[in-house]
């Protein structure tokens, strides 16, 4: 079965780093697009960061491109998510999330909270 795991999130200052993972299990994971997508508090998801399979192209939102970095470990079935010069506006629930495959269920992680104070 697909399981994807966030884990990484933690309060922390603003301007300062922190790194989500994503252990991924139950697929070939090396042959999908990753993403992760955000949800601040009372907001809708908001994407940010696809990184491609095969040859690891990253993309990222407006709001952290140049801050954040996508990245992925196929050997060990992990994503990766490098933030830095965090705003309180990150502050949101981040989740690892498998979309967009053709005639194949889109899969989501539970999420974790990153929290970045004033």
């Known amino acids: 079965q697909v399981h994807l795991v966030e884990s990484g999130g933690a309060l922390v200052n603003s301007g300062g780093s922190l790194t989500l993972s994503c252990a991924a299990s139950g697929f070939t994971f090396s042959s999908y697009w990753m993403y992760w997508v955000r949800q601040a508090p009372g907001k809708g998801l908001e994407w940010v960061s696809t990184i491609t399979a095969g040859d690891t192209r990253a993309s990222y939102t407006a709001a952290v491109k140049g801050r954040f970095f996508i990245s992925r470990d196929d050997a060990k079935n992990t994503l990766h998510l490098q933030m830095n010069g965090l705003l309180p506006e990150d502050t949101a629930l981040y989740y690892c999330?498998?979309?967009?495959?053709?005639?194949?269920?889109?899969?989501w992680g539970q999420g974790t909270q990153v929290t970045v104070s004033s």
């Open positions: 999330a498998r979309l967009f495959s053709h005639e194949e269920n889109d899969y």
